[in-house]
């Protein structure tokens, strides 16, 4: 992308509404803007960003075992009613009527609604292990929304819902999605923590919450500090083997860890003080098994083996990827901006021409965009006539991983800088050099 | 994907509710379900061919320089009040106050939040033209939503929003979405007809609707037949040659055509007889050109060349990919079931393996499912051990492309069977032939 003909709106001056620095980074790097309260656009750079990480999200899912659809964002009343939960949800639900006077409710979350799909089609064990999961955009209405994406109003939830025939298969669907999500957050360069959490509103006895530290965190968590080294499964992992899967987990939470709520002052003295890691954590994810919840009073049935009906055994398993954005940034950046881990970057390399016109500067320029591009580089090339200390700048906000920088002395000489934003290390190469380096 | 381990939840008896033959196979597919009136889920198959059709849908809007970006589906009131629609709208407008009592609503539509985007950071016509896009849920109380996803209260839509500096410019932002429209609809197998339109609520002076011919249509609309034999631009079409563009534009806009509101006795009875197409049309796509008409009262103003200030021309352009996808159905379809493009079919092959269990059925199905996929073939493998009527059945109705069918006796004597859905055509050959007669 031509930086001439792209739409990115940096901001020079530091926004004072925003408390958090991911949301003055997201502000100044032209990634979103605020429509009303608790409400976002995703800009051009911001929406790269959201698709780069629900793609990782995605393809997790996918190889989990997980199927994909896609629920309406509205639902009615009705089957909230079904459950038991419209009238205790509260104020954060946005409760709607159509031009009929029918109650709607804008989705905070889909426990009833994938209920009611299973229940209309699935009459069989034989059906089962079954997980569907969308990725769509949900509603809470907080009191006092703040943080930007990290706590809005409106925000993208891919939510996952498993559905078992006993408990024993449950706790492998279980399973299934806490690899899934280690493997996940991994992949977009974060350290996350499974930690026991509390349940909330959605319910049951078994729930992680998926904590990354940062010093910015929303609240105070406890671990041991083994977590920092630990390995997360290779893509190899077997999510049919119930086996792994449960001493994969047995592993991630044998260590101490867990949130403020759920804190245990005896466990954690037991943890030698040495090894003790107290910390500031922001949650990215948060999985739940909550057995017959919704299935018992919602009809949610299947034939067993045995010829019985039984209500099924289910699980939800959530990930915010627009707040994850925030929380990326808040783990990754420094005084100068973002510093993306290179699986979300929004693009893979900024391509810098320091002189537009001048016909060294150009003809490198050209030739890189092109090559870069064809191998299947995402490149934002900044054509325009600037300052070089506002490309500078603008780049280092913007955070992409690796910057090529063109200048007219060294494109006379046949040469180009390149930087890398995460160490801010700068290295002068040959121009016939850099494919080499960059795809090593 | 292994059918034993997908979700697709095929119908048996046809759905009473469904008028139209989309909203019947949508139904029987398992592509969709209902929630509530005007309401659905897209089930797995579903979103699958909603995922092809927003890939080519986005494609296309990028090729012509337009930028995507992601607005909220939650708008405030105060915007529409600016503009003056949110009195006018009516009740097909979703309203909705929350906990705080401030008015908010559904957007039915996004000229309004993207004039407030435009207006908040582009101050000169340098930064023009620009078209901003995203591809989001929109909502429309419809008194009496039906016919499926074809007429949805929620329903998906790309919506364009282009700003230039004069009507000249302007025209021909129009020119390059004209364009855009014309290979976005080829590369799903349609044959969109541009017809002269009414320009409704959004309002504006120049419109075209994108309609396809299908007995099934929800209107009446009148055509030159030569827009039949018409050829789309192909992908190397130069969009920054506005004059190009225009000769394009001009050419697919000499011979007649109309919709019932706009239809001109007079212009048509000039139209030879013989040359007369009175038909069905579905609308599939909407353009406008409006000028000043929000950025006027908005305040969207950008300093042109002479130093003065003035108000940015606009145009927008809508694509709804949910209803689209209705579309396509009512123009390719057997009574057997779904005949999709293969542009936007769910699946590239469907591999059928006639006897599971059988070793010479299970090794040759084994085969072709890893080297289809190895190639890229988006492959969905029935391995389930049913009657042969009831695959044969399911395969057509979902209608992917091509069926590749394996029977104990073929896979003995190293032979299968593939099927061309579209013509019913069949053929017996060497399994070492198949990869490269797909491929073909």
Redesign the interface.
């Known amino acids: 992308m031509r930086l001439s ?3 990115l ?1 940096i901001l020079k001056e530091t926004p004072k509404e925003a408390e958090i620095v991911s949301h003055r980074l997201m502000l100044r790097a ?1 990634m979103i ?1 605020q ?3 608790g ?6 750079l ?2 790269r960003v ?1 698709d780069k990480v629900t793609k990782i999200i995605r393809e997790e899912q996918d190889r989990s ?1 997980a ?10 009343a ?2 909230w009613r079904e459950s038991g939960r419209y009238d205790d949800y509260g ?1 954060e639900m ?1 409760r ?1 009527q ?2 009929h006077e ?1 109650d ?1 409710l ?1 989705g905070p979350t889909n426990e009833e ?1 994938v209920t ?2 299973f229940r ?3 009459r069989s064990y034989k059906d089962l292990p ?1 997980n ?1 999961y ?1 990725i769509q ?1 949900k ?1 809470r ?1 907080e ?1 006092r929304p703040r943080f930007g994406v990290m706590r809005s ?2 925000f993208l939830m891919k939510d996952a819902y498993s559905f078992d025939i006993d408990y024993e298969a449950s706790k492998t669907a279980y399973d299934r999605m806490f690899v899934a999500y280690l493997r996940t957050f991994a992949r977009m360069g974060l350290k996350a923590i499974p930690m026991r959490a509390d349940t909330g509103p959605i319910g049951g006895e078994l729930s992680h919450e998926f904590i990354i530290l940062a010093s910015t965190g929303e609240s105070e968590v406890f671990c041991h500090r083994d977590y920092l080294d630990m390995k997360v499964p290779g893509e190899g992992v077997d999510f049919s083997d119930a086996g792994a899967l449960a001493s994969i987990v047995e592993t991630w939470t044998m260590p101490y860890a867990a949130t403020e709520e759920m804190h245990d002052e005896a466990a954690w003295n037991a943890v030698p003080d040495a090894e003790r890691l107290a910390a500031r954590g922001i949650e990215v994810g948060h999985i739940f098994h909550f057995g017959t919840k919704y299935s018992e009073p919602m009809g949610a049935t299947v034939t067993g083996p045995d010829g019985k009906e039984v209500p099924v055994q289910m699980g939800s398993y959530g990930i915010g990827p627009s707040r994850l954005i925030a929380a990326i940034i808040e783990a990754s950046h420094d005084d100068n901006g973002i510093i993306w881990p290179k699986g979300v970057a929004p693009f893979d390399v900024g391509l810098v021409n320091m002189k537009p016109g001048d016909a060294d500067c150009d003809a490198v320029c050209d030739r890189l965009y092109a090559e870069l591009q064809a191998v299947g580089h995402d490149v934002l090339y900044d054509d325009e006539d600037t300052r070089a200390g506002a490309k500078f700048a603008t780049m280092d906000l913007i955070g992409l991983p690796v910057q090529v920088i063109v200048g007219p002395r060294g494109a006379k000489a046949g040469e180009v800088e390149i930087k890398d934003r995460a160490t801010g290390a700068r290295e002068t190469l040959p121009v016939g050099d850099l494919m080499a380096r960059l795809s090593a």
């Open positions: 003909r792209y739409f709106p032209g803007r429509q009303a309260a409400l976002y656009s995703f800009l051009p911001g929406k959201l075992g199927i994909e659809l896609l629920m309406p964002t509205i639902q009615s009705d089957l104020k946005l709607i159509d031009r029918r709607l804008f609604m009611d799909i209309s089609y699935v079954l569907l969308h955009w509603f209405d009191v109003r409106e």
